[in-house]
């Protein structure tokens, strides 16, 4: 019947509505949570009371490679394991959360390690109806196994005969030996497990198994290797015989651990003179310098600042050697920091101000402008799809500011010459990482000495913290002891090896985006590009790479020089001013540090101009050497030609 009383149509229509739109309130909210949960950072499973697969969000399927409707119905236990499975069982059967490392399979059956915490849910107060994974993917384990394939490659120094035999009777002899059995037995009795451990228990068992004596001698062999802590430290191989002095001494040098000359050629210095930071006043850093030389035309030359035949010294002669300011200014902007950072245009530029004031101008080549040349490579390389999709807002913050920063304060003496004449940064930092501990240091402490430098202020703590440890992985990554590392470790998770006999491959197009998206492979990536746009002057245009190479030798012949005056040890006997050969050096450094590298990361990135000009470039340096080119002198003679000019300042003039 129709209600004809306005209080009771009132209340009726109020109940209507009451009973539509609370219900899609509430339909609203939780379709919020679900879309929280299923972009949240962290990958997340939901399983039922039988751990059947409910739910898995978008982070597992990038990182397990699973579709959902592949896992959903699945038991998780197909994919997830742990080993103490009783013990975890006993803790969720009470109702307690749990947390542990699980073993996770991808879909390629790789394996990786994940800390997770479970959690059970309960619908009716019997017990779980419910069990949630949540997987701290922000954080994997450093030290989870890679996940290229198991015959993905090692970096290129492991090709050396490692695989020596023994005697059927040693090996029988060894086997027979309850030492190793029970060690293993303490072993698998551990409850914290590493990869290498894991490798090298594997081994141990496939000794046992074996029936061929000589496999069993190459296979305990490798264990013996594998138990040495140093895999990654690399020697000439033995099975070639080198003449060649740049071989021998320069590469020996660079290979030895008390003896590095291109440490000081990737990173930063610190020599008793310069224990005190020198300041710069902050409102001295408020205008742009005054002395600089043509304003139109430093405007016209940055246009092209992300050109790969940039010229860094034309900006460096107008400047007058305060490159970093311009060039910083503009690429700073052209990536947004200044938003990013949450920072004003002008505590940025005082911060770069404070920075390039504190690179040490005198220096011939560690100063502001190898400084702006490094993070011009680096803005150069982030312009890559490939980057683009690996590396996020933040990323690309760090690596500006960690190229920017990456030698400040550098003497012009490397990490080796501070340990021999006894500086106050080796005793401060015990020898270890000297020059790169220093720059990270140093790079803190200048910028967060005044509010109006400070482009961090604005940043929450967990941002901050973050960034800066971003900053000082990459500064960190310049030292050149870890080389053949930061190399093997990329050429593992972006190369594939193509036959047994036959060279490295670099098949990045192959390389599952979802692997590099990991966050310790996107560090990874990180330290390559810092590493790359470090030395890659072998790379640049032949004018700009005999410029480098003269500064470069001219700072090294001065260290060797004072090296003798001290009567200390001569780190870099190679480079003596009166016997050196420039093109020489240049052909070994190619040779045995720079080609490998390069190669993958072209690969990997796609900048077949580096490749083009560092090939370019090695055959001028052969032709110079057979012309009997070797000095200093003789470089500048060949720069006089109007194609390979570099204007100098007027101090620079002899």
């Not at 949960?37 to 399927?61: A, G, P, W, Y």
């Not at 012009?412 to 000297?434: C, E, H, M, T």
């Amino acid at each position: 019947m129709e209600c004809s009383h306005e209080g009771i149509l009132i209340n009726e229509l109020v109940g209507i509505y009451t009973s539509s739109v609370l219900p899609k309130t509430q339909l609203a909210a939780a379709h919020a949570l679900y879309l929280a949960l299923d972009r949240c950072h962290d990958m997340v499973h939901i399983t039922n009371e039988r751990n059947i697969v409910q739910f898995l969000n978008k982070v597992s399927e990038k990182l397990l490679g699973y579709k959902t409707e592949e896992l959903v119905g699945r038991n998780l236990g197909e994919i997830v394991h742990y080993e103490n499975f009783t013990l975890m069982e006993q803790q969720l059967s009470k109702g307690r959360e749990f947390e542990g490392n699980m073993n996770c399979k991808r879909k390629n059956n790789q394996m990786i390690t994940i800390n997770c915490r479970i959690i059970p849910f309960c619908i009716t107060p019997k017990k779980a109806t419910h069990f949630i994974y949540v997987y701290d993917t922000l954080y994997l384990l450093e030290n989870s196994g890679p996940l290229s394939p198991i015959n993905s490659p090692l970096q290129p120094m492991q090709r050396m005969s490692i695989l020596s035999t023994r005697k059927s009777s040693d090996v029988k002899s060894a086997l027979s030996e309850g030492h190793r059995r029970s060690s293993l037995q303490k072993l698998h009795s551990l409850q914290l497990e590493a990869p290498i451990t894991k490798v090298i228990t594997l081994l141990s068992n496939a000794i046992t198994e074996t029936t061929n004596t000589e496999t069993a001698a190459q296979i305990d062999k490798a264990i013996e290797i594998l138990k040495t802590t140093e895999l990654y430290v690399p020697h000439l191989r033995d099975d070639k015989v080198y003449t060649d002095p740049v071989a021998t001494d320069l590469v020996g040098a660079l290979l030895s651990a008390s003896r590095n000359p291109w440490d000081s050629r990737r990173s930063s210095a610190d020599s008793a003179r310069l224990s005190n930071v020198r300041g710069i006043s902050v409102a001295s850093t408020r205008a742009h310098p005054k002395s600089f030389r043509g304003p139109q035309e430093i405007m016209e030359l940055l246009e092209n600042s992300l050109e790969w035949n940039f010229d860094i010294f034309k900006l460096e002669i107008l400047t007058e050697k305060r490159p970093l300011i311009f060039l910083g200014t503009n690429i700073m902007n052209m990536y947004d920091v200044p938003t990013r950072l949450g920072c004003d245009e002008k505590v940025m530029h005082n911060w770069l101000s404070l920075i390039e004031a504190n690179y040490i101008s005198s220096n011939s080549y560690h100063n502001s402008t190898h400084a702006a040349d490094v993070m011009q490579a680096t803005a150069r390389f982030m312009q890559s799809e490939r980057l683009k999709q690996i590396l996020d807002p933040l990323d690309e913050v760090a690596a500006l500011i960690a190229a920017a920063t990456h030698d400040i304060d550098h003497p012009g003496r490397s990490s080796q010459f501070l340990s021999n004449s006894n500086s106050k940064l080796a005793i401060l930092y015990n020898d270890l990482s000297v020059l790169e501990s220093h720059h990270a240091a140093l790079t803190f402490k200048l910028s967060l000495s005044d509010d109006k430098v400070n482009i961090f202020k604005n940043l929450d703590r967990d941002t901050y913290k973050l960034l800066r440890t971003n900053i000082i992985d990459m500064i960190l990554a310049t030292e050149m002891t870890k080389h053949f590392e930061h190399l093997a470790r990329f050429m593992n998770v972006c190369s594939l090896r193509v036959g047994e006999d036959q060279p490295m491959e670099y098949n990045s197009e192959n390389v599952d985006v979802t692997v590099l998206l990991q966050p310790e492979n996107v560090m990874m990536v990180k330290r390559m590009m810092i590493k790359c746009a470090d030395v890659s002057n072998p790379t640049r245009p032949l004018r700009s790479c005999i410029e480098w190479a003269r500064r470069i030798a001219e700072e090294y012949f001065s260290q060797t020089d004072e090296e003798k005056k001290l009567k200390i040890p001569v780190v870099m006997p190679m480079f003596d001013r009166m016997t050196c050969s420039i093109p020489k050096s240049q052909i070994g450094f190619v040779d045995f540090i720079i080609n490998d590298m390069i190669e993958a990361w072209d690969s990997f990135i796609d900048m077949p101009e580096m490749l083009t000009y560092m090939r370019h470039n090695y055959d001028k340096w052969k032709e110079l050497n057979d012309q009997g080119v070797t000095t200093l002198q003789d470089i500048e003679k060949i720069q006089m030609q109007s194609d390979l000019n570099i204007t100098r300042l007027p101090e620079e003039r002899r």
